[in-house]
């Protein structure tokens, strides 16, 4: 099982720039891929990015391509996102995950890093 801490999170203004991390524990970080999700309030959890295990494939959702980068640095265990150009629909919780089989299977969740932006 991996454990997962996710930091980075903040209150900034429309078009502003954020960088989240995802600190990764215990089983071997560079076999799984790992994903980024967000929950804006009052609505369900969904997709934002994700990174392969060899970083060698990406992907995004459509509402942040061009804004949004997913990274790895399987050294230190962590995966990042940076956001800029951020908007107030970006306003989340974000959650890291390592993906066991896509679309629906995951292994842990972090905690959630709250990322609010003001416009």
């Known amino acids: 099982q991996v454990q997962l801490v996710e930091t980075g999170g903040g209150l900034v203004q429309a078009g502003g720039s954020l960088r989240l991390s995802c600190a990764a524990s215990?089983?071997?970080?560079?076999?799984?891929?790992m994903g980024w999700f967000r929950q804006p309030p009052g609505k369900e959890r969904e997709f934002v990015a994700r990174i392969i295990m060899n970083g060698g494939a990406i992907y995004y959702t459509d509402s942040v391509k061009g804004r949004f980068t997913i990274s790895r640095n399987n050294a230190k265990n962590t995966v990042y996102l940076q956001m800029n150009s951020l908007k107030p629909e970006d306003t989340a919780v974000y959650y890291c995950t390592d993906i066991r089989k896509w679309p629906n299977e995951f292994g842990s969740w972090g905690q959630g890093t709250q990322v609010t932006v003001s416009s």
């Open positions: 215990g089983r071997v970080f560079n076999s799984y891929a």
